[in-house]
């Protein structure tokens, strides 16, 4: 995707640190395939929130964001919580904000869903288990 | 993985019903690379439950269950609820219980995790957003 696209990694947050760590890692992965900047941010209890997220573009000239959700299904998180924070129409999915009075789009993307790379990648952690 | 082993696709659980369905077609993915019993339970608002989901497996002759949470993280959930649920040490994370009389091992599978295929996934829903 173009160097104007951002992409703002969603993660649930938690007590523990492991959901920021892996979204941490997953967005680091996702960077080194585009050329827009790349941040992250979280619904829960860990930092940035989600309006901080969307802050951090500031100055980097995207026209676009995209609202990536680690998450792997819909559910009331995706549907509801994330486009309420990103005060984006919950129903089209996508809206806009002002980042240093210039207009930029936002776009929820979907959550990862079923695909046989989440398939395999759980039979191989079955398998793992039984070492 | 062998015939005698089953293996219990562990989903969060949600009140809208797409937690459920993306576990049901990972769980038949699962199936179709897994020559022993495949079957699904919940931690929340969806069922069966894990207690039912154990029970699920009378009389398939399994000798043991690997749980796998479908889940992209540790956290409270994998670390201390699904072991608790399956009766099993959580720093172990293995145990036993029994089936029609038969002892039959219990192992906790680890999390997804990060991975490249995740995050492969992840940028392709992003590049579908901006469709």
Do not use: Q
């Amino acid at each position: 995707m173009a160097e104007d696209v951002g992409i703002l990694v969603l993660g649930h947050g938690s007590s523990k640190p492991y959901n920021k760590e892996m979204v941490e890692k997953c967005a680091e992965l996702i960077g080194r395939s585009h050329d827009g900047p790349v941040k992250i941010a979280f619904l829960n209890m860990d930092e940035p929130n989600i309006a901080a997220g969307l802050e951090s573009f500031a100055g980097s000239g995207v026209k676009t964001i995209v609202a990536l959700p680690i998450f792997l299904a819909h559910g009331v998180h995706t549907l509801e919580d994330i486009p309420t924070e990103l005060s984006v129409d919950p129903t089209l999915r996508r809206g806009s904000c002002k980042l240093n009075g210039s207009e930029v789009e936002i776009r929820c993307a979907e959550p990862l869903g079923v695909d046989d790379s989440i398939a395999a990648l759980a039979y191989r952690r079955a398998s793992e288990a039984l070492r």
